[in-house]
């Protein structure tokens, strides 16, 4: 990603392997709400515990949830700074 | 009867409190007009009493994403349907109640009576979350009862609590001032029995509204409202979530040491690692292989020895005539071929159910997602490819879960290309007249390298044509890929059996309907023919039998060669010698393409018969080699030069021959579009490929 002069969110996408963050809120409404019912909520911490062979999908842990998402998914869920 | 429907998220032990409910009395079958599996059962109540239970597929929410989900919605907010429950057990993991009480606060908020069956307790204690189930009875204002399905705990109290359980007096979630009026309008149309149950209905349209009249004005109505569902959706989720987060604070102690890796994590480090974690993944793909193949092989052969043994002894004990044919031919004909799949179908179900069961399979999905991205399919595709090694019907029914409609339906349409257990009587047969069977460097078998290859090769045209529908086809795909990984279980032995026998039954029934009418009209259509016609093939048959003195096997060989090639089967065949004389195929050929159309392995026993060999249908692979070994063209060459055996097996490789396959497309896919489109492609496909292959060979 090329650095920005403006604020830039940073997306779970983003995430280095065992970075925590806090999760802001998702950019897509439709995913945002398909993530909320298996448990990735906005104020939660998630953390990325491991990339697929490709660099996607990705591996979290969100509060005591493990979920993977494609990474062009996780690009959509933004965290707070 | 009391009807109770089981509820809960995916992983949540369901199925074994199911078991442990019903024990043997379950039945599987359809939920109506859709091929979800149903599992229902009786219970008994304790009091003498018994009650129906159903268990549902799992869910996260009442906003379904996936076929097998919205089955929950469709059950539990439409009044008038057969399964619509009095009481509902909601299983719940207790290590995770943050998450699993989302979809109990929404079932309870559509007026049902709900008891909430805690499972897990154990494995939340030992990784230090203590649940304390009086007080979040209290706080939930309904019987929390700790249950535990391995083992049997709690069960007569939850027996116990159903017919008391009554329905909640206050929502959890009241809704929004905003959407009170719509809801108020739908209410004062239509039957709702709650607020909720009418907010549902503006979301999911025409919920329980069969005519479309009530549909279009409920649609109207929602559009005047102005209010946007999926705003709706999200903000009621996040609701919930605030009070489900207050309750899980109050009734529920965390002392975990957080920092330190759980098991999983710990093991997952090595499984869902890039390269030792794709390594294992190939392993134990090998093993799968190998199961299928080796392990099934003995049971296969022995029972097609008792059906061809059976076939023989009602021959010999019923009085001859057309019913007896019939029956022989037509009937336990398709029988032995639905029930020769039995043990591949057993087998591979044991591993998948193995692979489910113990968590690993989430992980497969995710170390194969990236790769089959690429063509346009889905992590969860891995798993109906490998299926469709044994065979294309389970297959098909498992890319269920897969959610994005567009990966689901390409997995669908190219799981055909990959090699099931069909074609291997065919390819044995065919195999021998390309290459030679002799045995270089004294291991070194050439025709187990036209297998593989064979194997290879309908593997990569799947993987091939699911690129190019991937390119081509123009239908949306809407559904994210959103994988759960569970723990790491040890598989419970029950539920697995239970799973294998279910399998089992589904496609003897499914498939074996299908196969069994299609046999039987197959039967019509080789031993029936114009009536002339028939009359002059047999006393053709008869005069030749004479001059050259037969005796009375070889003349009802011949008698029946000669009947079969008058048939309409026969006709059909030579109608379309045209067509196929391009790939160097006859009309003998054209017969056996024709009969094997509703299943390849029937090609075997259609050569028998042309090549007389034996009696109808009888298929020894030695003789029936040998025979068409003899067998000469117009030219006075060899018929089967190794050209036309290529052409043929490369036509078989990747052509459609299989009508029940056709059938469990239409009904996973709801329209005849689709299993059209894929008999045209691939049987334009297995032509293409055969010709050049013919040529380049002649």
């Known amino acids: 990603m090329p650095k920005s002069p403006f604020k830039t969110e940073r997306s779970i996408a983003q995430l280095a392997i065992n970075e925590r963050a806090i999760v802001d809120h998702c950019a897509d409404e439709a995913l945002s709400a398909q993530l909320l019912e298996i448990g990735l909520v906005p104020g939660q911490e998630v953390m990325l515990l491991r990339r697929g062979p490709l660099g996607s999908p990705v591996y979290l842990k969100a509060g005591k949830n493990y979920l993977a998402i494609r990474s062009k998914e996780a690009g959509q869920v933004l965290l707070q700074a | ?698």
């Open chain 2, 1 to 698: 009867m009391m009807k109770v429907a089981l509820v809960g998220n995916p992983n949540t032990g369901k199925s074994s409190l199911f078991n442990r409910l019903t024990g043997l009395s379950q039945k599987v079958g359809n939920f109506p007009g859709v091929t979800v599996d149903k599992r229902t059962g009786e219970m008994n109540l304790g009091n003498g009493q018994s009650a129906s239970v159903t268990d549902l597929p799992g869910a996260y929410s009442l906003y379904p994403t996936a076929p097998d989900e919205k089955i929950v919605l469709e059950v539990l907010a439409n009044l008038k349907h057969p399964n619509f429950p009095d009481v509902v057990i909601y299983v719940a993991d207790a290590a995770n109640l943050e998450r699993h009480l989302l979809l109990l606060t929404q079932v309870a908020d559509l007026g049902l009576p709900v008891v909430l069956a805690l499972n897990m307790v154990d494995l939340a204690e030992a990784s230090g979350i203590r649940c304390y189930p009086d007080r979040l009875a209290k706080e939930l204002a309904m019987p929390v009862i700790v249950v535990n399905g391995r083992t049997g705990l709690g069960i007569d109290v939850l027996r116990a609590a159903l017919p008391k359980a009554r329905a909640r007096a206050k929502p959890f979630y009241p809704i929004p001032a905003d959407w009170q009026a719509l809801a108020a309008e739908i209410q004062r149309r239509w039957p709702a029995p709650s607020d909720y149950h009418a907010l549902l209905m503006s979301h999911h349209l025409g919920l329980g509204l069969p005519a479309a009249t009530d549909q279009e004005q409920l649609q109207a109505l929602c559009k005047r409202s102005g209010l946007r569902s999926i705003r709706g959706q999200v903000d009621e989720t996040m609701a919930r979530y605030d009070f489900i987060g207050a309750v899980v604070a109050r009734s529920v102690e965390n002392v975990a040491q957080s920092g330190s890796a759980t098991f999983s994590e710990r093991l997952d480090r090595v499984l869902m690692h890039k390269v030792w974690g794709s390594l294992t993944f190939f392993v134990i793909l090998l093993l799968l292989f190998q199961a299928i193949f080796a392990w099934s092989k003995g049971p296969m052969e022995a029972i097609e020895w008792s059906f061809a043994l059976g076939a023989e002894w009602l021959k010999v004990n019923l009085p001859g005539g057309w019913l007896t044919d019939l029956l022989t031919e037509g009937v336990m004909a398709g029988l032995a071929g639905v029930v020769v799949f039995v043990p591949q179908i057993a087998l591979l179900s044991f591993f998948i159910a193995l692979l489910e069961e113990s968590g690993y399979m989430a992980r497969a999905v995710f170390l194969s997602d990236s790769v089959m991205r690429k063509f346009g399919l889905n992590g969860r595709s891995i798993v109906s490819l490998i299926s469709g090694l044994a065979c294309a019907i389970p297959a098909i029914m498992s890319t269920r879960s897969i959610r994005n409609w567009r990966e689901r339906l390409i997995t669908i349409l190219v799981t055909p290309l990959m090699s099931c257990s069909a074609r291997i009587p065919v390819f044995m047969l065919l195999v021998t007249f390309v290459v030679p069977g002799d045995l270089y460097w004294g291991f070194f078998n050439l025709q187990g390298l036209v297998f593989m290859g064979l194997y290879l090769t309908g593997a990569g045209a799947a993987i091939f044509s699911a690129w190019a529908l991937s390119k081509l086809l123009k239908v949306a795909g809407q559904g994210f890929f959103l994988l759960e990984l569970p723990s790491y279980k040890m598989p419970h032995w029950k539920n697995v059996g239970l799973t294998v026998y279910e399998k089992v039954v589904t496609f003897v029934w499914e498939a074996g309907k299908m196969i069994l009418l299609i046999s039987v009209l197959l039967w019509g259509l080789a031993t029936y023919g114009p009536p002339s016609q028939m009359r002059t093939a047999e006393v053709q048959a008869r005069a030749e039998a004479v001059a050259a003195q037969l005796d009375t096997v070889a003349t009802a060989d011949l008698m029946a060669a000669k009947r079969l090639e008058a048939s309409y089967a026969g006709l059909l065949g030579k109608t379309i010698e045209p067509l196929i004389a391009p790939l160097g195929f006859d009309w003998k050929i054209g017969i056996a393409l024709i009969t094997s159309f509703a299943a390849r392995e029937v090609f075997v026993g259609t050569m028998a018969t042309l090549y007389s060999v034996g009696s109808a249908g009888d298929g020894d692979l030695k003789t029936v080699g040998q025979q068409m070994r003899a067998a000469k063209n117009e030219a006075g060459l060899p018929m089967y030069s190794p050209a036309v055996a290529a052409a043929l097996l490369i036509y078989y490789l990747f052509a459609m021959q299989c009508m029940s396959t056709a059938a469990v497309v239409y009904r996973e896919t709801n329209s005849w579009r689709w299993p059209v489109l894929q008999i045209v492609y691939l049987t334009a496909l297995a032509y293409l490929a055969a010709w050049v292959t013919y040529i380049c060979l002649a």
